[in-house]
């Protein structure tokens, strides 16, 4: 577990220069859930580089689709494909834009438009239990994204058909784009509002590694409905100044900010790896 901690600081260096030298990014919501997909790719899901197609595999939607430098470099340091290709992140022509997208060996579902992940992984996992198959539907989304309405009847839907392979992450940070979530749509009734559609509602440390494994774990054990894990994160976890900063929701590091940055990100990494 240790070392997965350590890991995410290194993933977490990767994105800081992806966005630094593509000058465009989401270093807030990047780094907020860098612990829950480290715990998935790395420990919980069943899946494979080699055998993206295969029929058993979990499937995977990042919904808030903006953090997707995460994304990317969760999946090349797993082997999806090669880590040199990060550099071409947002250049001309390149495929790795800034929104995942299915073109990309492992992403199932291309997205960013807030609202759709919940609906689509309703869709697989019911999917998998009509074809009585043994894969299970993880999709991460952001707190601010909970004020689509299409979360809300993706929700009704999983509850309705008892989606026990599904688990949904809420990465709540508590910030969004324009500011607090409570000040521009308020969000701290989840476990009424999760619950009152049939769901079952864990609450974790969301850059905890062992409180995100409990957490993982608990949801494949619970049966007979969907599991949300509401991940209580901090936005920009990692650096100092990004941190609990809504405007780094979408800013880009000057080379100083960028220098000290990766000098605070390579110390937490040490630190963890002692
Ligand atoms: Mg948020």
Redo the contacts with the bound molecule.
């Keep these: 577990m240790e070392n997965l901690k350590a890991k995410s600081f290194e993933l977490r260096k990767d994105i800081w220069k992806m966005i630094y030298k593509a000058k465009t990014g989401h270093t807030g919501?990047d780094f907020s859930i860098c612990d829950i997909l480290v715990s998935l790719y790395y420990k919980h899901m069943n899946i494979s580089p080699e055998s993206t197609d295969h029929p058993n595999r979990d499937r995977f939607i990042l919904s808030k689709g903006h953090s997707v430098e995460a994304y990317y470099s969760v999946l090349a340091d797993r082997g999806f494909f090669p880590k040199e290709e990060l550099e071409t992140y947002s250049q001309y022509q390149s495929k790795y834009i800034g929104h995942p997208n299915n073109k990309i060996n492992g992403i199932e579902m291309n997205s960013g438009s807030l609202g759709h992940g919940l609906p689509v992984a309703v869709g697989m996992a019911l999917a998998g239990k009509m074809d009585k198959a043994s894969y299970r539907v993880y999709t991460v989304m952001?707190?601010?994204e909970l004020a689509e309405g299409s979360v809300w009847e993706g929700a009704m839907a999983a509850g309705h058909y008892k989606l026990d392979n599904l688990t949904a992450v809420v990465?709540r940070?508590?910030?969004?784009i324009s500011g607090c979530?409570e000040n521009v749509m308020s969000q701290d009734n989840q476990d009424a509002r999760w619950g009152s559609f049939g769901w079952h509602v864990i609450h974790a440390a969301g850059n905890d590694l062992k409180a995100l494994d409990e957490a993982f774990t608990q949801a494949k054990a619970t049966k007979g409905k969907p599991t949300v894990i509401i991940a209580d994160t901090i936005?920009g976890y990692g650096i100092s100044f990004t941190e609990n900063k809504a405007e780094w929701h979408h800013k880009v590091p000057t080379e100083a900010e960028f220098e000290n940055g990766l000098k605070e990100l390579e110390e937490r990494r040490i630190a963890a790896n002692e």
């Design positions: 919501g952001g707190d601010g990465d940070n508590r910030l969004q979530t936005k």
